[in-house]
C-alpha cells in the first residue's frame, strides 16, 4: 500500500480510511482533493476538526453534542420542558431536529442495550433519564429508537424501568413510510402496519 | 439542514461533504465518528492535514507530491532515468508504484486535455514533458493514460508533441483485465483484446 509520496501522505490517507463509509481507496482519492484544495478544503477543514475537538462536549443534561452547556435546546424557554424525547445517538437527534416536528428535549442514550456485545444499562444513560423524570416536570417520554432487534429491547426496559414513575411512554409510529411502495416493503413492516390500521 | 448543534458543527459537516464520494448524511456520520474519538481520530486526523498542507509540494521535476524536491523518485539513483511514465494524476502514480513493476520515473500531467472543460496544453505540465525528454537522457516515454475519450486525445497529442524528439512513445496494453468474464466487459474492450489479440 506504499503510495512512495512519503510517511505524511500515508498517515493522511490511514487516518481518512478509518471514518465510516471510507476505504483505502476512497482515502485516497479524499487525499489527493484535499491536496489540490490546500486553501479551500485541508486547512479550513484541519481547523474545524481542532475547534470542534476542543469546544464540541456532550450536554450535561440530555447529551446533545454542542459548544454550550447545557444545550442550545436544553436552555431554550421556548421548548416543551414536559416531553422529552429518548434517542440512541446524535444523529438520530440531528434527524429529528431537521423534521422539526418536535418541540420538547431530548435525552441521548449514548447507545442500545446489546446482549451480543455486553452493553447493559450502566453503560448508557439510562439513570440519568429516570433522574430527568423523577424530578417531576416531565408528562411524557417518547421513544425514537431504532426498530432493531437491540431497539426494541432498550425501548422495553426503559418502558420498565419508567413505569413507576407514571409519565406516559411511547413510541414513534410503525408503518409504511411515505412514498413507500408495499412491493419494496419488508414483511414485518406490511404486518406491522396491517395490525396498526386506522380509519381512512 | 441545521443540526441544532451549533456552527462549530456545522462548518464540519459541510467540510467533509465536500470530499469525494461524501454527501450530507456520511458527512453526519463521519462528523459523530470523529466526535467519539476525539484523541485517537479527530485531533490526529487535524494535525496530519495541517502538516501535510504545509508540507507535501509537487516535485518541480516530475509532479508527484512529496515533502521532498526533486522527490523520493525522482531523487533514487536505482530508479531508470530512460523511462517515463505519463500519468494524469498523483493517484495513478501511486497505483503504478503499488504494483511495483515499473523502475522508471514520472510525469504527472496534472489533468488531461479536454475540449468540454476548455482544458488546453497549457492548463497541464506538456511543455515541462518536452523539455525532460529534449535533455537527450530519455529513450521511452510511456503513456499510462484513462482509456477515455480524453485520456485517448491527451495520448495522441503528447505522440505528435514527442514525434520531433525520436523517442519511442508508447501505451499501456488494452484488452481483457485479469479475472475479466467477457460476458461483463464491454463491447470496445473485447474489439479492442480481438483486435490486439497475440499468438496463445
Redesign the interface.
Known amino acids: 500500500?506504499?503510495?512512495?509520496?512519503?510517511p505524511?501522505?500515508e498517515?493522511?490517507i490511514s487516518?481518512?480510511s478509518?471514518?465510516?463509509?471510507?476505504g483505502p481507496r476512497?482515502a485516497?482519492?479524499?487525499?489527493?482533493?484535499?491536496?489540490k484544495k490546500?486553501d479551500q478544503?485541508?486547512?479550513?477543514?484541519?481547523?474545524?476538526?481542532?475547534?470542534?475537538?476542543e469546544?464540541?462536549r456532550p450536554c450535561s443534561n440530555c447529551g446533545?453534542?454542542?459548544?454550550?452547556d447545557p444545550?442550545?435546546?436544553c436552555s431554550d424557554p421556548e421548548r416543551d420542558r414536559t416531553l422529552i424525547c429518548v434517542v440512541e445517538?446524535?444523529?438520530a437527534?440531528?434527524a429529528m431536529?431537521?423534521v422539526g416536528a418536535f418541540r420538547g428535549r431530548y435525552h441521548v442514550l449514548g447507545g442500545l442495550l446489546s446482549a451480543l456485545d455486553g452493553i447493559g444499562p450502566d453503560a448508557l444513560k439510562v439513570s440519568e433519564l429516570v433522574g430527568r423524570v423523577g424530578q417531576g416536570e416531565v408528562a411524557e417520554v417518547i421513544l425514537a429508537l431504532p426498530a432493531t432487534v437491540d431497539g426494541q429491547t432498550t425501548a422495553h426496559y426503559l418502558t420498565d424501568r419508567l413505569a413507576a414513575s407514571g409519565v406516559a411512554v411511547t413510541s414513534l409510529a410503525r408503518g409504511v413510510p411515505v412514498g413507500g411502495e408495499l412491493d419494496w416493503l419488508d414483511d414485518g413492516t406490511i404486518a406491522q402496519a396491517l395490525r396498526a390500521r386506522r380509519p381512512a
Do not use: Y
Open positions: 500500500m506504499a503510495s512512495s509520496a512519503g505524511e501522505i498517515r493522511l487516518l481518512l478509518k471514518l465510516p463509509g471510507m476512497s485516497r482519492r479524499a487525499t489527493l482533493a484535499l491536496l490546500r478544503l485541508m486547512n479550513p477543514l484541519a481547523q474545524a476538526m481542532a475547534e470542534a475537538a469546544r464540541v446533545a453534542l454542542d459548544t454550550r444545550c442550545a435546546i445517538e446524535a444523529g437527534l440531528w431536529e431537521r
